[in-house]
């Protein structure tokens, strides 16, 4: 494992040690809460630790097809991993669910979704409207699908509406404007900064000229903070284009470690800050006290307003090792004693709806 600073292309080992698998990457994201990088070569779950890059977990990946799982993302919203199910034969695709513990895919769409999946556009996920997007690989007409998290059925379905010869793509969604962007163009023409509309197929182009031609058949991700998309050019630069202008804002040569590359990146980052809930919850976010921090024995959870509130705290590698249920109240205590000292993520329910999320220290 291993983390570029966008501005010099430095790129820093943050392993200790090197992992012994091969790099053919089926996909590849961040679970932002519990500081978890997932990574699928071949049909290996690979789970690393951010802070220190030590391997966690490696699972065989068990699909009821004995296909592939491709297009994993984490969706920040009810924190689950999501990827497309695809058999054999590769013609049936469906979306579905895999638990980082043990490897197992649970197939969410009832029928196929799509007749194919085109790997090296990547696949996103609009957390908020709970969607997941993906584009299918044919030389006549390439579509951009949506399928609900829930239901695993198609919401949209449309072509996209670009030049025959010319790609869409990494595809990045966008917490911070909730908009799909991507690269538009080919080796040979260049391409651009541009954005799709995911009911109507339509892309509008951003930059004003090409910013790239070749490009490594790596992810893009995005700076939602800044306004930048990240890409990794074939000239080894790691190039930012602004998401207003189009235009390039930095351009480094990617240093990595001598005798090694750099690929399969992704910015982290919480899509929690802009969460699609009510104005009566919004305000509630504003009353919640979580304290102390660091704990030692005890954390008490202090509410503005008085309801029924469920509380789940999570270790750092994403078990629930606490949950405790609170009628008609205003403060929950919460016994800590007996977990171990570090990182944990305290989540805050109420009527089965996610209010708010947060981290604690436990440090004795």
């Known amino acids: 494992m291993a983390k570029i600073n966008p501005q010099s292309g430095v790129v820093t080992n943050i392993s200790a040690t090197m992992a012994n698998y091969n790099n053919g990457s089926l996909g590849q994201t961040i679970d932002p809460i519990h500081h978890i990088f997932y990574f699928t070569p071949d ?4 789970s690393f630790n ?11 990946i068990i699909t009821s097809s004995g296909g592939l799982f491709k297009g994993i993302s984490y969706n920040c919203w009810d924190t689950s991993l999501y990827g497309l199910s695809i058999d054999i ?32 556009t990547w696949a996103t996920i609009d957390p908020f409207n709970g969607i997941y997007y993906f584009e299918t690989n044919s030389s006549t007409s390439v579509h951009l699908i949506g399928v609900g998290l829930n239901t695993g059925g198609v919401i949209s379905d449309e072509p996209i509406g670009i030049t025959s010869s010319y790609k869409f793509g990494p595809l990045v969604f966008n917490c911070k404007d909730s908009i799909i ?14 954005k799709i509309d995911p009911h109507t197929g339509i892309v509008t182009t951003i930059s004003p000229n090409f910013i790239a031609n070749s490009i490594f058949n790596d992810p893009a991700a995005i700076d939602p903070f800044q306004g930048i998309y990240y890409f990794a050019a074939a000239d080894s630069t790691f190039k930012g284009a602004d998401l207003s202008s189009g235009l390039i804002v930095t351009q480094p040569l990617i240093i990595p470690y001598p005798g090694s590359y ?7 980052y919480n899509c929690y800050y802009n969460p699609p809930v009510s104005i009566k919850e919004k305000s509630l976010l504003k009353d919640i006290n979580i304290f102390p921090s660091p704990a030692k024995d005890k954390i008490s959870i202090n509410f503005k307003v008085n309801g029924d509130y469920f509380i789940s705290i999570i270790n750092i590698i994403g078990q629930e090792v606490i949950s405790k249920k609170s009628e008609n109240a205003q403060t929950i205590n919460v016994d800590v004693s007996q977990l171990s000292n570090g990182i944990y993520t305290i989540k805050v329910f109420q009527n089965n709806a996610l209010l708010t999320s947060s981290k604690f220290i436990i440090n004795r």
């Open 50 to 60: 951010l802070i220190n890059g030590q391997l966690i977990n490696s699972k065989q």
């Open 43 to 46: 049909s290996i779950l690979l």
């Open 89 to 120: 034969t590769g013609q049936s695709v469906k979306l579905s669910r895999i638990n980082p513990y043990t490897g197992l895919v649970s197939t969410i769409s009832a029928n196929s979704v799509a007749s194919s999946y085109n790997s090296l």
């Open 181 to 194: 962007y991507g690269l538009v163009g080919n080796m040979n023409d260049g391409r651009k900064l541009a």
């Open 262 to 268: 750099f690929s399969n990146y992704i910015y982290n």
